[in-house]
């Protein structure tokens, strides 16, 4: 028997699969460059993430609410890359397209986890440049490092248990019909799609998860930038006003880069070709996490004078070994 065909019974009335096949691109020539590519993404993505995540852990002046925001979207990043990024590799340019039904579940964890994780993380950084804004005075006061680990924790927290409230629905479901899922990730909506029996629930998740992982943080941040908005036009001069604006730009950009694709493909719905669907939400999972570091944390000035230290501790530090050395010589 196949793999594709073959199935187990969980119970008397649940059928799955024990592979499913992820299909990936339908029709479209020389696709093993846009994989070549995702590999060059991903050595980009932990190089500077994982130098972003040692500058603020070595440097005792970026800890600092704000930077343990800009860690933990390091960390997410770094985590929602390697989810999906080295799996997509095997499975389209190794052509490895079968995947195990508990793979296939763990794989759909993680990787809509991360993304939880990013936006809300996107929601934090607004919030910490709203109370930056509209109540300087009072920003030590309000945001502290203690605050804003209560708030990290709550918000992992509550996207790991939605995100596992979905895959426990999934794994409900039984799979008796096609096991070939047009995406190029245990997707949840395409996997609704080869349900054969009552998939309600699931389908309710489909469409609530998406409005409280996902729009609820962007509303959200919506509100904090008309908050700033309105604090900007209060201030008279106009130097004042460009030097907030500027500290607001790079984080905006962050917003448009990860969120637009997804109201692009929320937006269209079903009329979305799968080739277009899987262009436009891999990219939005694999650019964001490359282009943050470079984008947010590497050009502030805090970040660029931590950068600049460290490199003259190390210029010294070696100085010294060679002075060492030649003297003992």
Not at 110 to 124: D, N, R, W
Not at 194 to 214: E, G, K
Not at 308 to 321: D, G, M, N, Q, S
């Amino acid at each position: 028997m196949s793999p594709l065909n073959s199935v187990h019974f969980t119970n008397t009335s649940i059928v799955h699969p024990d592979f499913f096949f992820i299909s990936g691109f339908a029709g479209i020539p020389h696709t093993n460059y846009y994989y070549v590519f995702m590999c060059f993404v991903y050595v980009l993505t932990v190089v500077v993430n994982t130098f972003v995540m040692f500058m603020i852990y070595t440097d005792h002046c970026l800890h600092s609410p704000k930077y343990i925001a800009v860690f933990n979207l390091a960390l997410c990043d770094l985590g929602g890359s390697t989810a999906i990024i080295p799996k997509m590799i095997d499975t389209f340019l190794f052509k490895s397209h079968l995947i195990s039904f508990n793979a296939c579940l763990t794989n759909m964890f993680f990787i809509f986890f991360f993304m939880c994780i990013q936006s809300f993380t996107l929601a934090i950084l607004s919030y910490d440049r709203c109370v930056a804004i509209c109540f300087p005075l009072r920003y030590n006061e309000i945001v502290t490092s203690k605050s804003i680990l209560v708030i990290t924790a709550t918000l992992w927290i509550l996207a790991g248990v939605g995100v596992l409230i979905g895959v426990i629905f999934i794994s409900r479901l039984s799979f008796c019909k096609s096991t070939v899922i047009d995406s190029y990730f245990c997707d949840h909506a395409p996997m609704l799609l080869l349900a054969c029996n009552d998939n309600t629930p699931s389908v309710v998740i489909n469409w609530t998860h998406p409005i409280v992982l996902l729009w609820l943080p962007l509303l959200f941040i919506t509100g904090t930038y008309i908050c700033i908005a309105r604090a900007l036009l209060k201030i008279a001069a106009t130097s004042e006003r460009l030097k907030a604006m500027k500290t607001c730009t790079s984080h905006l950009i962050l917003v448009s880069v990860f969120y637009f694709p997804f109201i692009i493909t929320y937006g269209l719905g079903s009329n979305i070709h799968q080739n277009a669907r899987i262009i436009n939400m891999s990219l939005t999972t694999i650019l964001p996490p490359a282009l943050n570091p470079i984008i947010y944390s590497l050009k502030t000035e805090e970040f660029t004078a931590s950068i600049k230290k460290l490199y003259r501790r190390k210029k010294i530090h070696y100085r010294e070994t060679i002075n060492k050395y030649f003297h003992h010589k």
